[in-house]
């Protein structure tokens, strides 16, 4: 059985407009969150390493967060950043615009990470044992754009030497962008704990989060 850090009233992956890919601004972001009665939420925006490949503009000074508050709602809001794995050696970015906040992902994305993927999980576990004081969970692990050479064995059993909880990405799972076999693999072997996340680009994202904890569920991996 996995244990599920947050609630169906929270969600610590999201992306805006402000900082990075997401269709809608931060205020946007948190009226949505508290018309739907979320309760806690972390936008966590690309790292300045994918920022930088991809091509993102920027919008904002990461130092206007500072004087940003919640002027909407009840919604206990935060800011982090989705760092991304950068190469075989297990190098990561954690940081926007030089600042790197304490709640941190550790994700791997095919456009910021150009080795060979059939050395993915070399880069995994070099990353989780330089950065697991500072990473929060692993996003979107199972995907399919980078994870068909993934051991999951493997992965999982450094991940449980430092307890690292792993995420169950939403937005992938609703579009089927997943090796389901390799995460129900990885559920079964893990010892820490999972974290449910929209990952939203759009604030319809939101509304598909309910669907892992029915999946988790008819799994047998969640009571």
Same mark, same amino acid.
């Given at each position: 059985m996995v244990k599920v850090l947050n609630t169906i009233h929270e969600d610590y992956h999201m992306h805006s407009m402000n900082y990075s890919d997401g269709m809608n601004s931060i205020d946007e972001i948190v009226q949505y969150a508290g018309k739907i009665w979320l309760k806690k939420i972390t936008i966590t925006d690309h790292s300045q390493f994918a920022e930088d490949q991809s091509?993102?503009?920027?919008?904002? @000074? @990461?130092? *206007? &967060?500072? @004087?940003?508050?919640? !002027?909407?709602?009840? $919604? /206990? $809001? *935060?800011? %982090?950043? /989705?760092?991304?794995?950068?190469?075989? /050696? %297990?190098?990561?970015?954690?940081? &926007?615009? %030089?600042? /790197?906040?304490?709640?941190?992902?550790?994700s791997c994305h095919n456009e910021v990470y150009t080795w060979d993927l059939k050395n993915i999980?070399?880069?995994?576990?070099?990353?989780? +044992?330089?950065? +697991?004081?500072? !990473?929060?969970? &692993?996003?979107h692990m199972c995907n399919l754009s980078t994870a068909e050479h993934l051991d999951v064995e493997a992965v999982a059993k450094v991940l449980n030497q430092y307890q690292i909880p792993i995420e169950l990405n939403c937005s992938y799972l609703n579009t089927q962008r997943m090796y389901f076999d390799k995460m129900d693999k990885l559920l079964s072997l893990i010892e820490a704990w999972v974290y449910v996340n929209s990952d939203m680009h759009t604030l319809n994202d939101f509304n598909l989060r309910q669907e892992w904890f029915d999946y988790i569920k008819e799994k047998g991996f969640m009571e």
């Open positions: 091509g993102f503009a920027k919008k904002n @000074r @990461r130092s *206007s &967060i500072n @004087r940003w508050k919640n !002027i909407y709602n009840d $919604v /206990e $809001v *935060s800011f %982090g950043v /989705e760092g991304d794995l950068i190469d075989e /050696e %297990g190098n990561c970015c954690f940081d &926007i615009q %030089g600042k /790197e906040p304490e709640f941190c992902i550790l999980t070399q880069a995994y576990i070099n990353a989780i +044992h330089k950065y +697991h004081d500072k !990473i929060k969970f &692993i996003g």
